[in-house]
């Protein structure tokens, strides 16, 4: 069974930064796209940012130039450096996969979810 385990959510300050990592349970699931999407008390789940096995990467504009995603394929992780965070990026962020780029952001399409981990930005 494949599960994707988040980390690194904590508590930080305005004008900080964290970095979150989701790790692959098994070596032999290895998608093309992994993605972060967040969702914030009252909203619907939102895509954040995708990258596939070969580095091409998508972000959603509300964090354009503020968030990195990257991905070890050889330990099989996903990470996602977030700098400048406000309290706007407060929110449970999930790692996700799907098997192609395409619609790697869009929720129904994704084929596997993370439990979440909470980032909770405070002013």
């Known amino acids: 069974q494949v599960q994707l385990v988040e980390s690194g959510g904590d508590s930080v300050q305005a004008g900080g930064s964290l970095t979150l990592s989701c790790a692959v349970s098994t070596s032999t699931y290895r998608p093309y796209c992994m993605a972060w999407f967040r969702q914030a008390p009252g909203k619907e789940r939102e895509g954040v940012a995708a990258?596939?096995?070969?580095?091409?990467?998508s972000y959603a504009d509300s964090v354009e130039g503020r968030f990195t995603i990257s991905r070890d394929n050889a330990k099989n992780t996903l990470y996602l450096q977030m700098n400048s965070l406000n309290p706007q990026d407060t929110a449970m962020y999930y790692c996700?996969?799907?098997?192609?780029?395409?619609?790697?952001?869009?929720?129904?399409?994704?084929?596997?979810w993370g439990k979440g981990t909470q980032v909770t930005v405070s002013s």
């Open positions: 990258i596939t096995r070969d580095g091409m990467t």
């Open positions: 996700a996969a799907r098997p192609s780029f395409a619609r790697c952001l869009i929720e129904d399409a994704i084929e596997h």
